[in-house]
């Protein structure tokens, strides 16, 4: 993330790092798997936690990885879940996605899982990563789009919950729906549009286990998490009502025959 003047929607609670390690190459990256190449050196932009940061480390080995995250408090999380995977070529540093503290040309790969949507000018952090990406290297990135977000059996409590959760990052001046504009953000970025390979990726939570896991960990993000506090704060709904979203997340997490689905866009681009 970036340490400008952007808001991270989600913030680092404890239900939003619940989500952050629950994320793999396999699950959260495939699209991006078969550029990867053992020992390229990889920037993950806004690693959170690590996990998928150490992921991804594992398939470029013995190639050098460095994560970056503006939240220093996520950075020793990230660090101490490097130090017990061992003897990987990871390092994670508190740094501004729109100042990469990095010499041009420094990586074959620089990636950003959900990270764009995020940020107030998603343009110009491509802009920076495709600086610190060598020429011919791979920039990556996914993020997902909330209007593409679709579940069963129809809930008007969640209907609500998307419509605030677009509300607030409007008030933030951020792009809930990031995933459906990486291709117009890649090439407004400066990059050939004969190097850029859009894609779709989708996560999908049906199973018993799965809805009882998304359902709770959104139920309390919004109670507990940044988003709460952030709808609060412009005005956009108060602890009542953020309550009875929670207590509609719960209820869809109960169905049967629940079912939900959140669109990604994807890009990888030639720097």
């Given at each position: 993330?970036?340490?400008?003047?952007?808001?991270?929607?989600?913030?680092?609670?404890?239900?939003?790092?619940?989500?952050?390690?629950?994320?793999?190459?396999?699950?959260?990256?495939?699209?991006?798997?078969?550029?990867?190449?053992?020992?390229?050196?990889?920037?993950?932009?806004?690693?959170?936690?690590g996990n998928?940061?150490?992921?991804?480390?594992?398939?470029v080995a013995?190639?050098?990885?460095?994560?970056?995250?503006?939240?220093?408090?996520?950075?020793?999380?990230?660090?101490?879940?490097?130090?017990?995977?061992?003897?990987?070529?990871?390092?994670?540093?508190?740094?501004?996605?729109?100042?990469?503290?990095?010499?041009?040309?420094?990586?074959?790969?620089?990636?950003?899982?959900q990270v764009?949507?995020?940020?107030?000018?998603?343009?110009?952090?491509?802009?920076?990563?495709?600086?610190?990406?060598?020429?011919?290297?791979?920039?990556?990135?996914?993020?997902?789009?909330?209007?593409?977000?679709?579940?069963?059996?129809?809930?008007?409590?969640?209907?609500?919950?998307?419509?605030?959760?677009?509300?607030?990052?409007?008030?933030?001046?951020?792009?809930?729906?990031?995933?459906?504009?990486?291709?117009?953000?890649?090439?407004?970025?400066?990059?050939?549009?004969?190097?850029?390979?859009?894609?779709?990726?989708?996560?999908?939570?049906?199973?018993?286990?799965?809805?009882?896991?998304?359902?709770?960990?959104?139920?309390?993000?919004?109670?507990?998490?940044?988003?709460?506090?952030?709808?609060?704060?412009?005005?956009?709904?108060?602890?009542?009502?953020?309550?009875?979203?929670?207590?509609?997340?719960?209820?869809?997490?109960?169905?049967?025959?629940?079912?939900?689905?959140?669109?990604?866009?994807?890009?990888?681009?030639?720097?």
């Open positions: 993330m970036s340490t400008s003047n952007d808001v991270y929607v989600h913030g680092h609670h404890e239900s939003v790092l619940r989500s952050h390690r629950w994320r793999t190459a396999e699950n959260s990256a495939a699209y991006l798997l078969p550029a990867l190449e053992p020992g390229a050196r990889l920037l993950d932009v806004g690693c959170g936690p998928l940061t150490i992921d991804l480390a594992q398939r013995p190639g050098a990885v460095v994560g970056i995250d503006a939240s220093s408090a996520v950075v020793e999380i990230a660090r101490k879940a490097a130090a017990e995977a061992g003897s990987l070529d990871v390092t994670f540093e508190v740094a501004d996605a729109y100042h990469l503290p990095f010499d041009d040309d420094s990586f074959d790969v620089v990636h950003a899982h764009l949507q995020h940020l107030t000018d998603p343009v110009a952090a491509l802009r920076e990563m495709r600086r610190v990406a060598r020429p011919g290297g791979i920039v990556a990135v996914r993020d997902s789009d909330y209007s593409g977000m679709t579940w069963y059996p129809a809930s008007a409590g969640l209907e609500e919950w998307s419509a605030l959760y677009h509300e607030v990052t409007q008030a933030n001046g951020s792009e809930a729906d990031a995933g459906r504009r990486l291709v117009s953000w890649v090439r407004a970025a400066g990059f050939d549009p004969e190097g850029i390979a859009p894609s779709a990726g989708v996560w999908c939570y049906a199973t018993p286990e799965d809805r009882t896991w998304w359902s709770g960990l959104w139920a309390d993000r919004c109670v507990a998490s940044n988003f709460a506090k952030q709808a609060i704060d412009h005005g956009l709904a108060d602890e009542v009502g953020l309550e009875q979203l929670a207590d509609a997340w719960h209820e869809w997490g109960r169905q049967p025959d629940g079912w939900f689905a959140v669109l990604h866009g994807e890009v990888v681009a030639r720097a």
